[in-house]
């Protein structure tokens, strides 16, 4: 049975009507426990141990269920970042939270804490939003506007999709794919796809640019598989010297060739039973391809300097970031292989594709940057300002998850105090010249025969204000302090002399 949770924040009112001071009534909290049943309630508050210990001991007179108390320090009751902190690390310490029940009380505390709660209800939390007043009671509050798209993941529907799943006996998501943090609807198309594959043994391709996390979804497929107990071995095609790459996937006995003073075992023989995942597939060469082919056909391999060949049960996940299709083509990769490996077929898109997961790797990888570094007896835990992870959540992330992951990690070295300023993110990010609708580097053109510089400065200035226009449904207001203008005027201006169509 789902627990329900009431989390809340102690405001002024409570604590007067726990003093009876006033005319206050019971307060929003008390009459949200007098009228609602919950099976728990954990109560934040930035007062004085003796006023919210007070206000604890009232309210235990009024209810029996059990009340958790935490005592916040803030820099100020206004603050975003720590009320978000500190509301986000409470959620995720509750055993089993993603199957509870959540509901956030609006009505205590500042408009800060509320807007706070209004914010993870609708991105990170699927949680009912309730207030209270002397004169209606209690009721669910009906937020009357919507967040950003940036900011809204479709997690409303998170409760009715597990009843239908339910209902037509599909089986949740298993734990093994609870380490790729998504959201997004293009991602959870992908794992979708990964869960119903992951219990069979056919091949599996998975596509997608560099830094989009194939090898995390390969092991995922794994452990997801009947095979999880047996070896899950990786291996980077790209990095092999073509010389050994026979020995190294098929392995050799003692004496096949010069330097080969022991038997060998290779890749494919480590993997029986298991899963072999070969990254980067499309860098093998030619030969190496037709004996892969037939190795897949046969089911056996044969040793470097053998005569008899081996059995093996091994499954093949390959991915590349090429376009097969067109190496293919190009007589680059052999289409029988292809079609050997590409039984099932994931597309990994690019992070700038998953629409509500930025904000959720960002948190993520902080998190284990800050657990990995507990150990170093110089480590300061380290926390994003607001406008810093502004920064980052607007940042086009070309190199994808790997190098959003680099760049924290520079960020928290760099970084002397607790708090990773804007400048500590700057000084991270990698600057790469900019290039538009795949022409060449706007930075490094040739000048040796002139160059049109007003030209170039156009190019420039149409792609941004048409990219940050779009992305804001044409907000100038917006817009104007995405681009760092002084205001919408200066903002107009220049769509005017670039006639740049709203």
Known sequence: MQQKILLSWIGRTDIKASEQTADVGMGPIAQAVTQR????????????????????????????????????KLSSPTHFGEIYQAVTAAIDAIPNYKEAELVFHLSPGTPAMAAVWIILAKTRYAAELIESSREQGVK??????????????????????????????????????????????????VIAKAHKVAPRSVPV???????????????????????????????????????????EFFG???????????????????????????DEIGELPLALQVKLLRVL???????????????????IIAATHRNLIDDIASGQFRED????????????????????????????????VNQESMTDPAW?????????????????????????????TRACIWSD???????????????????????????????????????????VAEHYLSRVLKMTANNKTKAAELLKFANYQTLNNWINKYNIKL
């Open 37 to 72: 049943t919950f099976d728990q309630i954990i109560l934040f508050s930035n007062y004085s141990k003796q006023e919210s210990g007070a206000f604890i001991d009232w309210l235990k007179t009024l209810t029996v269920t059990p009340i958790q108390h935490l005592s916040i």
């Open 205 to 247: 391709l998975i596509e997608g640019e560099s830094g989009t996390g194939k090898e995390l979804l390969a092991r995922a497929i794994h452990n997801a598989s009947p095979r999880r107990d047996a070896a899950f071995i990786a291996v980077n095609c790209g990095a092999i010297s073509p010389e050994l790459m026979e020995s």
């Open 297 to 315: 056909q046969e089911g056996e391999v044969t040793k470097v300097g053998a005569s008899q060949p081996n059995k093996i049960n091994v499954r």
């Open 380 to 408: 300061i835990h380290k926390k994003l300002s607001v406008s810093a992870k502004n920064i980052l959540l607007n940042h086009h992330w070309r190199g994808n998850i790997r190098e959003l992951v680099n760049t924290l």
């Open 252 to 278: 050799h006995e003692k004496g096949a060739f010069t330097g080969a003073i022991n038997k060998r075992i290779g890749h494919f023989e480590a993997a029986d039973g298991g899963t072999l995942f070969l």
């Open 337 to 368: 292989l292809f079609y050997r490996l590409a039984v099932a077929i994931l597309k990994l898109p690019p992070l700038n594709e998953r629409e509500g997961d930025l904000g959720l790797l960002i948190d993520g990888i902080m998190e284990r």
């Open 140 to 189: 669910t509050a009906n937020v009357p506007f919507d967040l950003s798209a940036e900011y809204i993941p479709d997690l409303y529907k998170r409760s009715d999709e597990r009843i239908k799943k339910l209902g037509v006996g599909q089986l949740e998501t298993s734990p093994a794919f609870e380490s790729i943090v998504h959201q997004s609807a293009v991602m959870k198309r």
């Open 417 to 459: 105090q607790d708090i990773i300023s804007d400048d500590d993110i700057r000084d991270a990010l990698l600057i790469r010249p900019v290039m538009i609708d795949g022409n060449e580097y706007i930075l490094n053109r040739n000048i040796e025969n002139g160059i049109d510089l007003q030209a170039l400065l156009a190019e």
